[in-house]
């Protein structure tokens, strides 16, 4: 890595700016950084912390990222072998709650695959063999006390092309409260329908045909009614894996308003091969290629100031 | 961060050339007019200010299509990182050496003002000044064309040597001033023609320092100080 | 620039060659056309030559008392009520035999069993099984039902176990083939809202492979309704006069019925055999038809 332009930079007296100005960036960016050994930054000063060069050169580490919080899951040097072929390298990353941290690269990188080790998806594939450590709030998701049905329910997964049951639009949502147990009445079952289906944004377009087929609806509603029985199980993290690529321009805008709303409540995470969306949705982004994670840090920075030269070259479209 | 290979969409490596070839263009044309505009103080030519003045209209032409060419790119592209912050720097720097064009503009506007009469002693440090800040220039927007930022940092620094040569006109000035109340009305055109060469100083600093927050990403915090001016 | 102008471009599309070669392949079209109606049309010949045959034959005999009295040695008096009862048991007794063993072991090597050689192994012999002669299954019958079990000859059971174990490998294939066709973005969505294995078969692939399957297995049944050999190694062949009352009692069922028929000398005997092929054929229509409607009743759009 070329380091001769960055000088080593005399921390800045931070000028204080207005406070809605840098609480609507705060909210943009996620939290603030801890910076050990400096005075804690007050909240005005989010974006004046120590520059990115200065710290650490290991490319999975963020500059001291989000210190100071326990992630919702994480994930160290998890690796992925197809068979002989190791699909994933040695990946270890954060993933907290209240943000949306977006997995990019080229095809064939590994974030998708990354993306089903977080909910055990991986076991479905009889070549699948996942080492490494995976966390959800500390503990380990392939340990015997955690259940793989139970973790599927607390991390739940949109996949890219809308499959929704082939069953009305009342038994899709309420498909997984069922089997989970987690309603005791027909009504409390109702209320969870109708609650799931009005954070997914679908609510006043199907309220009054719940009964109708969940594949008569339009791709846009059906990845929304996807969401929403995602949601209906009460997850904690919700894994998108391209959930926008089969959708036209305006469902897919209508998808990251509702990724923007719901991440207040559930850690997200989304891969997506489109980068202005990553830009557009996410807090925090993860370059990955060649099945290696070569850079992770705040979205604002990635995509304008990338560390690793490979990344540049990916989200300057020089890539190949 | 190095600009590695080129984009795999050509056209859009076309689109940012083009770009910093206008930055190009418009530098050279600043240049010239400051070093054109001195000499024409210094040989009373007249009609060759005037020219500088005609001429003073290209360079606003220039600026008006860079901007126009910046936004499209940013419209079309949308360019991140690096490619990002060259089109920001290159948008900011036109709007700048545009500027500068006009300080020279200024300084030629002056020639038909001062009078022929006799040789005006401090008339004679003009010459290097103006050597010095067009130099700035010069090697500012080479800078930018080559994305060095240590060259960025470096013209930074002399803008200190052109504010002293400002503080010693100044003083030169007052002087001839005070020894002759008839001198005050062409001293005054002077002291005008070295605070724009100043300013000149002073907008290649500021080139300098998009330059260095393009080609890094990080920006000059530090700035040399300046000497405190009356 | 374009390689080609607009002339060239008509040029080179109305030219002779490219005209003769255009009809040509229309010509050839409708060549392949002519081929295929032909073909319909001869195996329908065969069909409609089958059907007219019986139907001239056996129209006549088609009266209510055929259709309610048992079979007897006076052909004034034969009907086929002893055998539509004798198949009707058999049927069912295949049904509540087959179809569960079949489903769920289709099930069971879909979904739950490990991919290696032995199951691998076993998957062809279940192939293999299908294409086995039904006479086989009669001669298996024989020797285990029969001989060793000690079942009643010539009883319901006995043919119904029989051609449940030659009805069997069909579902289990044609259940294995509509798992199979579900995608799998079903199981995965199941899966993905925490369903566990058992779950995603019973509440979502298996309603979507229900279709497939009742098609499989009225497709079987079809065959197994019609089948004579087995039957008759097991003993179905005797004369029965009286209508069996329950499934250990001595019965035939329709088709060795004809069969029986068809060996008797006296010539009145021949208007009763085409009737009875007539009452056949009119319940594997039935049959089928069911078959139909029963799929496309079932049949989701996903």
């Known amino acids: 890595m070329d380091m001769k332009e960055k000088m080593p930079i005399t921390p800045v007296t931070p000028v204080p700016t207005p406070s809605v100005a840098i609480a609507a960036e705060a909210r943009e960016d996620g939290p603030s950084t801890v910076e050990p050994g400096q005075p804690e930054p007050s909240k005005l000063d989010a974006e004046v912390a120590a520059p990115a060069i200065a710290v650490s050169r290991e490319a999975n580490a963020g500059p001291q990222l989000d210190t100071g919080r326990d992630p919702k899951m994480s994930a160290n040097d998890v690796s992925v072998f197809y068979g002989e072929k190791k699909a994933l390298k040695d990946v270890s990353i954060r993933i907290y709650e209240d943000l949306v941290t977006a997995f990019i690269g080229p095809s064939g990188c590994g974030k998708s695959t990354f993306l089903r080790c977080l909910n055990r998806m991986n076991d479905t594939i009889p070549s699948a063999r996942v080492q490494g450590r995976i966390e959800l709030d500390g503990e380990d998701i392939t340990s015997p006390a955690m259940d793989v049905v139970?973790?599927?329910?607390?991390?739940?997964?949109?996949?890219?092309?809308?499959?929704?049951?082939?069953?009305?639009?009342?038994?899709?949502?309420?498909?997984?409260?069922?089997?989970?147990?987690?309603?005791?009445?027909?009504?409390?079952?109702?209320?969870?329908?109708?609650?799931?289906?009005?954070?997914?944004?679908?609510?006043?377009?199907?309220?009054?045909r719940l009964q109708e087929s969940g594949t008569a609806l339009s791709g846009g509603q059906q990845q929304r009614l996807c969401i929403a029985r995602a949601i209906a199980v009460d997850p904690e993290v919700i894994l998108m894996d391209e959930p926008c690529s089969a959708l036209d321009p305006i469902a897919t805008a209508k998808i990251e308003e509702l990724i923007h709303e719901l991440r207040g409540r559930y850690a997200i995470a989304i891969v997506t091969h489109n980068m202005q969306q990553a830009a557009r949705v996410s807090q925090r982004t993860a370059f990955f290629h060649l099945g290696e994670l070569v850079e992770y840090g705040k979205t604002s920075e990635i995509f304008t100031n990338p560390r690793q030269q490979r990344t540049q070259d990916y989200i300057t479209g020089r890539y190949g | 961060m190095q600009q590695a290979s080129g984009h795999t969409l050509k056209a859009f490596d076309e689109d940012i050339e083009r770009?910093?070839?206008?930055?190009?263009?418009?530098?050279?044309?600043?240049?010239?007019?400051i070093s054109e505009a001195m000499r024409c103080l210094v040989q009373r030519d007249t009609e060759g200010a005037a020219q500088i003045v005609q001429d003073d209209k290209?360079?606003?032409?220039?600026?008006?299509?860079?901007?126009?060419?910046?936004?499209?790119?940013?419209?079309?592209?949308?360019?991140?990182?690096?490619?990002?912050?060259?089109?920001?720097?290159?948008?900011?720097?036109?709007?700048?050496?545009?500027?500068?064009?006009?300080?020279?503009?200024?300084?030629?506007?002056?020639?038909?003002?001062?009078?022929?009469?006799?040789?005006?002693?401090?008339?004679?440090?003009?010459?290097?000044?103006a050597r010095l800040a067009s130099g700035m220039v010069h090697d500012v927007l080479d800078a930018f064309v080559e994305r060095d930022a240590q060259a960025a940092l470096s013209v930074c620094e002399r803008d200190e040597a052109v504010d002293d040569f400002y503080d010693s006109i100044f003083r030169a000035l007052l002087t001839h001033m005070m020894e002759n109340p008839h001198n005050i009305g062409q001293s005054a055109h002077l002291l005008f023609v070295a605070k724009n060469l100043e300013r000149v100083g002073d907008h290649a600093t500021n080139i300098a320092e998009m330059v260095y927050y393009a080609a890094t990403g990080i920006h000059m915090a530090d700035r040399p100080g300046k000497s405190p001016r009356l | 620039m374009n390689s080609v102008t607009a002339d060239d471009a008509i040029t080179r599309w109305t030219g002779e060659a490219m005209q003769n070669r255009l009809r040509r392949r229309y010509r050839s079209e409708r060549m392949f056309k002519l081929l295929g109606f032909l073909a319909v049309a001869i195996s329908l010949a065969f069909l409609a030559f089958l059907l007219v045959t019986m139907i001239w034959r056996g129209a006549g005999g088609l009266t209510m008392d055929f259709l309610q009295a048992s079979d007897s040695t006076d052909p004034a008096m034969a009907g086929v009520w002893g055998a539509l009862k004798g198949s009707f048991l058999t049927i069912i007794v295949t049904m509540v035999l087959a179809f569960p063993i079949g489903v769920l072991s289709a099930i069971y090597l879909e979904e739950f069993a490990p991919r290696n050689r032995w199951t691998d192994l076993i998957e062809v012999s279940i192939n293999n099984l299908a294409a086995v002669p039904s006479i086989?299954?009669?001669?298996?019958?024989?020797?285990?039902?029969?001989n060793f079990m000690h079942l009643p000859r010539s009883a319901a059971l006995v043919g119904g176990l029989t051609l449940a174990l030659m009805t069997m490998p069909v579902i289990v294939i044609a259940g294995r083939n509509a798992i199979t066709s579900v995608p799998?973005?079903?199981?995965?969505?199941?899966?993905?809202?925490?369903?566990?294995?058992?779950?995603?078969?019973?509440?979502?692939?298996?309603?979507?492979?229900?279709?497939?399957?009742?098609?499989?297995?009225?497709?079987?049944?079809?065959?197994?309704?019609?089948?004579t050999a087995p039957l008759l190694m097991i003993g179905m062949r005797a004369f029965v006069a009286t209508p069996p009352s329950g499934i250990s009692d001595p019965a035939t069922v329709l088709p060795v019925q004809i069969f029986l028929w068809s060996d008797e000398v006296d010539r009145a005997f021949v208007e009763k055999t085409s009737a009875a092929i007539i009452v056949l054929l009119l319940f594997m229509l039935l049959m089928n038809g069911l078959a139909i409607y029963l799929r496309n009743r079932f049949e989701r759009r996903w």
């Open chain 3, 184 to 227: 799998p973005s079903i199981r995965e969505a199941a899966l993905g809202v925490g369903a566990s294995q058992m779950q995603v078969v019973f509440h979502h692939v298996l309603p979507l492979a229900l279709p497939g399957i009742l098609t499989g297995t009225i497709i079987g049944m079809a065959r197994a309704l019609g089948e």
């Open chain 2, 19 to 33: 770009l910093r070839a206008l930055i190009s263009q418009m530098g050279g044309l600043a240049e010239h007019a």
């Open chain 1, 150 to 208: 139970q973790l599927r329910a607390r991390v739940g997964m949109v996949f890219q092309k809308p499959n929704p049951f082939p069953k009305s639009i009342y038994e899709n949502v309420a498909y997984g409260p069922r089997i989970h147990g987690l309603s005791s009445s027909r009504s409390e079952l109702d209320g969870i329908v109708e609650k799931s289906l009005k954070r997914a944004g679908l609510w006043e377009e199907v309220k009054d």
């Open chain 3, 136 to 146: 086989i299954f009669g001669l298996l019958g024989l020797a285990v039902f029969l």
């Open chain 2, 58 to 129: 290209k360079l606003d032409a220039l600026e008006i299509e860079t901007e126009r060419r910046a936004v499209q790119l940013i419209a079309l592209r949308a360019p991140m990182a690096g490619d990002l912050r060259d089109v920001v720097a290159a948008l900011k720097i036109s709007g700048v050496v545009e500027r500068i064009g006009d300080y020279a503009k200024n300084i030629a506007k002056r020639v038909p003002l001062i009078e022929s009469a006799g040789r005006i002693e401090p008339l004679s440090l003009l010459p290097e000044m």
